[in-house]
Nanobody
Framework: QVQLVESGGGLVQPGGSLTLSCEAS????????MGWYRQAPGKQRELVAN???????NYVDSVKGRFTISRDNAKNTVYLQMSSLKPEDTAVYYC?????????WGKGTLVTVSS
């Protein structure tokens, strides 16, 4: 059974930092491209960042220079370090794992950026 479990969300003030984690089980983690998506209220889900099995990272323009995605294959975990957070970063953040035709999602963790 495949599980992706996100953690690390919460309430943070503008300009603050948070690190999200996603631990995977039931997959050969090192094969998968891992991604973080987010969905704000009333908006479509969007890709925030992803990292390939070869550790190539990509970011949506709005988070470049503020967010960093990384992975630890020994821990089956992908991270999203977020800094200089803005109110518009408020969303539910979802972890995603992709390999060939396989595509798995976590249940999400809420990040709220507010004073």
């Amino acid at each position: 059974q495949v599980q992706l479990v996100e953690s690390g969300g919460g309430l943070v003030q503008p300009g603050g930092s948070l690190t999200l984690s996603c631990e995977a089980s039931g997959i050969t983690f090192s094969r998968y491209a891992m991604g973080w998506y987010r969905q704000a209220p009333g908006k479509q889900r969007e890709l925030v960042a992803n990292i390939t099995s070869g550790r190539t990272a990509n970011y949506v323009d709005s988070v470049k220079g503020r967010f960093t995605i990384s992975r630890d294959n020994a821990k089956n975990t992908v991270y999203l370090q977020m800094s200089s957070l803005k109110p518009e970063d408020t969303a539910v953040y979802y972890c995603n794992a992709k390999w060939l035709s396989l595509d798995y999602w976590g249940k999400g963790t809420l990040v709220t950026v507010s004073s």
